[in-house]
């Protein structure tokens, strides 16, 4: 399989990992999914009971060693989250592969629509009574996000 290296999964006896970042099982490959942060995720049998792992995780333990501290994540370099070839992963401090990818809080998200004042702005005038649709439609989000904004289930730590 030209150029492709294959690296038993520790704790899973007859599951082996590829470098290309497929799994594969005693007898076939695995087909891994997605979980609801788009991270593909295969079941590994060991003594009957199932286990979810993350592929990027697998291919990361196999190919660059165990995770080096409590702290670390594996971090897709292009930034694609289904992208789990070993060339593509590495491993990075938790706090600075939010920071530079998305997941982080407010706008160290990489999807954040507002800044800290729009969320200060949005508070100040649903206090005046002003509607979360109309404040949805004034700042480019939801009114559901409004929402969760005025009662600090988003944003919360502004």
Same mark, same amino acid.
């Given at each position: 399989?030209?150029?492709?290296?294959?690296?038993?999964?520790?704790? %899973?006896?007859?599951?082996?990992?590829?470098? #290309?970042?497929?799994?594969?099982?005693?007898?076939?490959?695995?087909?891994?999914?997605?979980?609801?942060?788009?991270?593909?995720?295969? &079941?590994?049998?060991?003594?009957? $009971?199932?286990h979810r792992r993350r592929v990027h *995780?697998?291919?990361?333990?196999?190919?660059? &060693?165990?995770?080096?501290?409590?702290?670390?994540?594996?971090?897709?370099?292009?930034?694609? /989250? #289904? #992208?789990?070839?070993?060339?593509?992963?590495?491993? /990075?401090? $938790?706090?600075?592969?939010?920071?530079? @990818?998305? @997941?982080?809080? @407010?706008?160290?998200?990489?999807?954040?629509?507002?800044?800290?004042?729009?969320?200060?702005?949005?508070?100040?005038?649903?206090?005046?009574?002003? *509607?979360?649709? #109309?404040? &949805? /439609?004034? %700042?480019?989000? *939801?009114?559901?996000?409004?929402?969760?904004?005025?009662?600090?289930?988003?944003?919360?730590?502004?």
């Open positions: 399989m030209g150029g492709v290296s294959f690296v038993p999964i520790e704790g %899973f006896p007859g599951y082996v990992v590829s470098s #290309d970042g497929d799994v594969y099982g005693p007898r076939k490959k695995l087909s891994a999914h997605p979980n609801r942060g788009g991270y593909l995720q295969v &079941g590994l049998y060991n003594r009957g $009971a199932r *995780t697998l291919v990361a333990e196999a190919f660059h &060693g165990p995770r080096p501290a409590p702290d670390f994540d594996v971090d897709h370099v292009n930034r694609v /989250r #289904d #992208d789990n070839r070993a060339s593509n992963l590495r491993w /990075r401090l $938790a706090a600075d592969n939010r920071r530079y @990818g998305g @997941g982080g809080k @407010g706008v160290d998200n990489a999807n954040s629509r507002l800044a800290e004042a729009d969320v200060r702005e949005i508070r100040r005038r649903a206090a005046l009574g002003e *509607t979360c649709t #109309d404040l &949805g /439609r004034n %700042f480019g989000v *939801t009114k559901t996000m409004v929402s969760f904004i005025v009662r600090r289930k988003s944003w919360s730590h502004i």
